[in-house]
T-cell receptor
Framework: AQSVAQPEDQVNVAEGNPLTVKCTYS??????LFWYVQYPNRGLQFLLK??????LVKGSYGFEAEFNKSQTSFHLKKPSALVSDSALYFC????????????FGKGTRLHILP | KAGVTQTPRYLIKTRGQQVTLSCSPI?????VSWYQQTPGQGLQFLFE???????NKGNFPGRFSGRQFSNSRSEMNVSTLELGDSALYLC?????????????FGSGTQLSVL
C-alpha cells in the first residue's frame, strides 16, 4: 500500500536561512511525487512534481525538491526563506502505472521567523 | 480561466442531517476529486470522478457519496451527519485525471456539525 510520511508537524526557520521540509514515501512501484502549499483559508496550490529525469526538481516561488530513490525521500528545500513562505505544506505520492488514488502526508506547518 | 469553484463556502448542520456540496471544475477539466481535511488526519482522499463515472474511492463509509454531471460539475453528499464529519472539504480538478497531472484545488467548503 502507498503511504507518505512527513515526520515534522512544524518547522521553524529564521528569515534568510535555508529551509527543508521532509517527506518520505512508500509505493510498490515507481512514484509520481508532488508538493502542495496551503495558505490560510485557501485551497492547496501546486508547487512542484517529480515525474522522471533529473532528480532535482525546481518549482514555484523558488522552491525545489530532490528525489532520492534509495532513501525513498522527496524533501522540499529553499535556499533563503521568506516570511511569506509561512504556510502548511503537503507532500503527496501516486503510484506510477497504477490507476490508484493520490495519498497525501499529514502536512508540515512552516513558520518563518522575521 | 476561472478556477475551481466550491459552494457554499461555509455550512453549519446538526447531527443526523444531510448535506450536499458543489464543485465546478476548471473549464475543460474532466476529472474531479474530493478530499476531507482535518487537523488530526491531514488530507484524505474521498473519491474521484471522470466522465460521470466514479474511478476511485477512498476509505470512507457509505454515508459519503458523490456524482458528476455531463458538464463535469460534481456534487458530494454526506447523509446522517456525525460530529466527526466537521472538516474542510476540498475539491480538485485536472484535465484527464492522469496520475502525473497536477491538481487544481478550490478554496473548500468548511462544514461544521453541531
Amino acid at each position: 500500500a502507498q503511504s507518505v510520511a512527513q515526520p515534522e508537524d512544524q518547522v521553524n526557520v529564521a528569515e534568510g536561512n535555508p529551509l527543508t521540509v521532509k517527506c518520505t514515501y512508500s509505493v510498490s512501484g515507481n512514484p509520481y511525487l508532488f508538493w502542495y502549499v496551503q495558505y490560510p483559508n485557501r485551497g492547496l496550490q501546486f508547487l512542484l512534481k517529480y515525474i522522471t529525469g533529473d532528480n532535482l526538481v525546481k518549482g514555484s516561488y523558488g522552491f525545489e525538491a530532490e528525489f532520492n530513490k534509495s532513501q525513498t525521500s522527496f524533501h522540499l528545500k529553499k535556499p533563503s526563506a521568506l516570511v511569506s513562505d509561512s504556510a502548511l505544506y503537503f507532500c503527496a505520492v501516486r503510484d506510477r502505472g497504477r490507476d490508484d488514488k493520490i495519498i497525501f502526508g499529514k502536512g508540515t506547518r512552516l513558520h518563518i521567523l522575521p | 480561466k476561472a478556477g475551481v469553484t466550491q459552494t457554499p463556502r461555509y455550512l453549519i448542520k446538526t447531527r443526523g442531517q444531510q448535506v450536499t456540496l458543489s464543485c465546478s471544475p476548471i473549464s475543460g477539466h474532466r476529472s474531479v476529486s474530493w478530499y476531507q481535511q482535518t487537523p488530526g488526519q491531514g488530507l484524505q482522499f474521498l473519491f474521484e470522478y471522470f466522465s460521470e463515472t466514479q474511478r476511485n474511492k477512498g476509505n470512507f463509509p457509505g454515508r459519503f457519496s458523490g456524482r458528476q454531471f455531463s458538464n463535469s460539475r460534481s456534487e458530494m453528499n454526506v447523509s446522517t451527519l456525525e460530529l466527526g464529519d466537521s472538516a474542510l472539504y476540498l475539491c480538485a480538478s485536472s484535465p484527464q485525471g492522469a496520475a502525473n497531472e497536477k491538481l487544481f484545488f478550490g478554496s473548500g467548503t468548511q462544514l461544521s456539525v453541531l
